[in-house]
DNA sequence: TATTTTTTGTTTCAAATGAAACTAAATGTC
DNA sequence: GACATTTAGTTTCATTTGAAACAAAAAATA
């Protein structure tokens, strides 16, 4: 038996590739690490939502996500108001440094992604993201 | 933008979830974690090498070697010989328990593998297997 | 040969992680 | 309404991690 063919092996070492890369250039370039890019992305997308929600759409552990917004609380990225009907809940939303933030960062995140994928044919992309849904469908 | 759509957070949701399958089943099955798996694979392929071997094979941290080492010759896995040509290097390798070991958790994981590959058509495995050669092209 | 530099592997230390215990509020049940 | 159960989020604690400092030996250079 080959490590090397492993599937489990192999799919460990690209992924901790690409996101190592990842990590250290939205270190240096903007202080904010995978946690919080991750976070961020989700609040973008979603405005006015709670930790909770934050879990189930990034699949975070719970103790991850509650340190990740303390953390872009204190950095001012985002407001924090308690929920309307929950009083065990917060609500999170960008203020204007997180999406001003977010509007320097995103362009950055796509070109990265841009230049990994160009080295793909269109078939090979193609391919791809139909494993990825696949192998998606085949673990729930 | 999705983040859900983005590569490197498909490939790393992905990856961890199917090296969190591993790793239960490995520690439950055999009492090892991934780290070990990873270092007793190479030692099965590769007897009597130095931890600067397995480093440069597994491409994993050299702490995390050291201390893998240390704790499969705690657990009586390996032999530990001191480098003839070399006398800040150790040699290892498996003993009559690691191979005990290793020809019970191959199959194993052999079947783990086949169960993942088996749920996908023949062309999607040989699509799988090319991008992933692609991929580590392309990222050296 | 003596001295500097590099290499191999370990230890130290501080940060990241997540399971388990916890608080507080909401919901369910009687 | 009173009590039990569940849920949202935080804190505690023990473990894992790897960068940096280290020790010891090998290799390079003078």
Redesign the pocket.
């Known amino acids: 038996m080959e490590l090397n063919d492993f599937l489990p092996y192999q799919l460990s070492v690209l992924s901790?590739k690409i996101s190592k890369g990842i990590a250290e250039h939205y270190q240096d370039q903007f202080g904010i690490?995978?946690?919080q890019w991750r976070v961020l992305v989700i609040l973008y997308k979603n405005p006015d939502i709670?930790?909770?929600?934050?879990?189930q759409l990034s699949q975070?552990?719970?103790?991850?996500?509650?340190?990740?917004?303390?953390s872009l609380v204190q950095k001012k990225y985002l407001n924090e108001t308690t929920?309307p009907?929950?009083?065990?809940?917060?609500?999170y939303e960008l203020n204007e440094r997180g999406r001003y933030l977010m509007r320097a960062v995103i362009p950055d995140a796509l070109r990265y992604e841009e230049e990994l994928l160009k080295k793909l044919s269109e078939q090979e992309r193609a391919d791809l993201q139909h494993l990825l849904t696949k192998f998606n469908k085949i673990l729930e």
Do not use: E
Not at 50 to 55: E, L, N, P, V
Not at 60 to 70: C, E, F, N, Q, Y
């Open positions: 901790l690490n995978i946690s709670t930790a909770k929600r934050i879990a975070m552990d719970k103790v991850r996500i509650s340190r990740t917004l303390k929920h009907l929950d009083a065990r809940a917060k609500n």
